[in-house]
């Protein structure tokens, strides 16, 4: 089994209005799992549900409080379904409390042939095999999950304090799972999380961090991500403001012949 | 009264789990209300509620489904309290199904002074004196609760058919309340939403379209809104993917001395 559908994975039946998710050490950051496979699980419990009909359209995941080692339980509501369209509820619920650790909302939705048109364009990064696989054997357990090359905005810790001048908050990457996995919705997810925060990249240090707010879209349907294979995304990282605490992160991950396949963009909170 | 607190007010105390909010026919689109208000409204049922912390720092809002003309019920729910950031989840619900009509997620947080950048720089606009206003006397009734100045990108039909060349989806223009009102998080809300549909401005023509889910971020503490007033804000309005019956919409929103004050994306529906 992947380590990524191992950390996602879910026990009781699909119909279930409660289920229950584990933590996984091989997705683990400083206090907590990584967020793109806490994401993941939550639009797992939506996609495996019998009532589910559609591609998954928009995500949005909030994380509450920081959510402990083992289990949680995961509470799905199905809050209306349309002809071509549906909107689900998730919380997962930890502790003898049951406090909420995180909700999302996961739109979902039948998408039709027609006019298509795609302003944007991927960015023009070097030939995957031309550039050097990020070092990650001794980062966090989440970290060495991926395969990244960068083109531009490598991580890397300045010699002391704050970077001087300050860097660009621009990374251009290429990004694939370690361990090799045909694309799906729930890895386009983990992987919109996965570009460090941009702050590390700006001040070369990495402060108290923690993503408050995610939200994804998805451009493509699963016929698409499908015939996408396991090759490695194109991605563009950046960042636009940090102010009083709180900082936005937006991505980009585009496909094959540079389609864009996902936007994310995310609020987190900082200590710098 | 200002029409945009006439069109969120909302009846029953400030706590009551279920207040009831109406639509407005000062905010009206084709099929139902602007969603800029809807959202506000939600925002609003959050501000006013007694347990509430912080200021507004992420708001997630679903369209689930056209709202009818007239009351709706306002649920409202704290899903989880830390101490300096609070979880909510809003939902309307109208009819004698009580079926969802729109879910919201609001994320609140106590804003701490600290290190501050702003990477992003706000679009380099003529000074608002020298544009023309946008004539929307004969517009939709919530387009002419607005002030719109364009630089770039003014909203108009081709002569017939899809425009050839197709056009940029960007545009670049001052915002303002129509009746002048001070800044504050429901307007920005709204004014984050009012954006014409990217697909009019690429195509020349307005296909059946409606926004699914929309994402807004605030980068501003309550006092900086207060001091911007009532002076217009520059906006950038962008679209990135329009395929297979869903596009993006971008918005970025900057205040006095390019200020950026909120980030703001959403997918939407279009038949074209």
Redesign the interface.
Known sequence: MHPLDEATALAGAPGDPVRRGRTSDAYWTFIGPFGGTSAATALRAVLEHPDRDGDP??V?V?F??PIERGEYAVHVRR??A?RS?Q?W?V?FRQGASE???L?A?I?T?V??????????RAPALPPFDTLPAFDNRSSLSWVAQYGLRFAEGIPSPSEEG?AEP?R??RSLLWIQDGVPRPLDFLSLLAMSDAFFGRIFQ??GRIPPFGT??M?T?F???ADELAAHGDAPLAALA?????????C?QSA?LYGAGGQ?LA?S?Q?A????
């Open positions: 359209l928009a949005t909030n509450c409080a809050a209306r349309n369209s909107h509820q919380e406090d909420a650790v909700t909302s739109v939705a998408r039709r042939e027609g006019w298509n048109h795609q302003p944007a704050n300050l660009s908050p700006v001040i408050v707010s939200t879209h451009h493509a349907a950046d960042a636009r403001v940090f102010h009083r605490s709180f936005d980009e864009l936007t963009t609020i909170y900082f200590r710098a």
